[in-house]
DNA sequence: TGTTGTTAGTTACAAAATCAACCGTTAACA
DNA sequence: TGTTAACGGTTGATTTTGTAACTAACAACA
């Protein structure tokens, strides 16, 4: 027997958010997978170091909240196929700082301009105002524990 | 070398949404977890079960853009859990009614419940108009194909 | 120093998601 | 009707993730 108040599954937040990131997320996850084969771990660590250059996987983990092992594995699979390369710290020698190589930069650059206008054909759905707003409240609902 | 340019993950909406979403289906999901030991592909086949009543797999499917091994998979556990029966279709044999049972309302009653009372919480973080506006933009991005 | 605790990162194993092939049933239509 | 295609749903093999336990290195401090 239907429940008939007026809370629906799409008013729920978590899970329209769910929607909305897997429905936008499709598109984007094709072409880096397509072009690199990469899994979605992999392009969210080379992101992170074509943005913000070198860095221990501690680092990534840290920005982007992925659990070490995902990092690892996914470091692990860039390293095979020439995207990065690793440099022990010789202060520490746990840490270990990962670099973009060549190759890694390419496909950084190209997987960034695909995002960039993605990002766009995105926001056409949305006015200038909604698209203000909706990236504010993302970030708001992003980072609170 | 870092790229210079405004183009931050942070500004990237899949990335953005994907990490909004995570953050905020954690807590939610400890609930049903914990307390009915479901995954998150069950409790969204209970959801619709309570909210739409009888479905078939195919409906479910419609609606929540599920795959349907997914589905076939959390309709089973729920069924073993005796969470829902299954009902076979007088004219089409290939279909099976869905639909849940005493317990299965229970469970479904509490976690609304808790859903509800966790979706507000999300949105003290937001004003009454970021809301409004978030919630539109989030049914624009979900439902396009 | 030596013991204990912590940290960065990896590995092993279980749980879950994905993908393709599959079964029985219904639909299309020659 | 008979044949082929499509559909609803399930299953099995492979991939990916999650959880815990682990290794090696460092830190704290007696």
Same mark, same amino acid.
């Given at each position: 027997m239907?429940?008939? #108040?007026d809370f629906d599954l799409q008013?729920?937040?978590?899970?329209?958010?769910? &929607?909305?990131?897997e429905e936008s997320s499709l598109a984007f996850q094709q072409v880096y997978k #397509? =072009?690199?084969?990469?899994?979605?771990?992999?392009? =969210?660590?080379?992101?992170?170091?074509? @943005?913000?250059?070198r860095l221990t996987a501690k680092d990534i983990g840290a920005r982007s909240k992925m659990h070490k092992t995902k990092i690892s594995r996914a470091v692990q699979r860039l390293e095979e196929r020439r995207? $990065?390369?690793r440099a022990p710290d010789d202060a520490d020698r746990r840490q270990e700082h @990962?670099?973009?190589?060549? &190759?890694?930069?390419?496909a950084? =650059? #190209?997987?960034?301009?695909?995002?960039?206008?993605? #990002? &766009?054909t995105l926001s056409v759905k949305l006015s200038a105002e909604e698209e203000r707003v909706l990236r504010?409240? $993302?970030r708001k609902l992003a980072r609170m524990g």
């Open positions: 239907p429940q008939k #108040d008013n729920f937040l978590p899970y329209l958010l769910n &929607q909305a990131a #397509d =072009r690199y084969g990469m899994l979605r771990t992999e392009w =969210r660590v080379l992101f992170h170091l074509g @943005l913000y250059g995207f $990065l390369t @990962l670099e973009l190589t060549g &190759q890694g930069r390419a950084y =650059r #190209d997987l960034h301009g695909v995002a960039e206008s993605y #990002d &766009q504010g409240a $993302l």
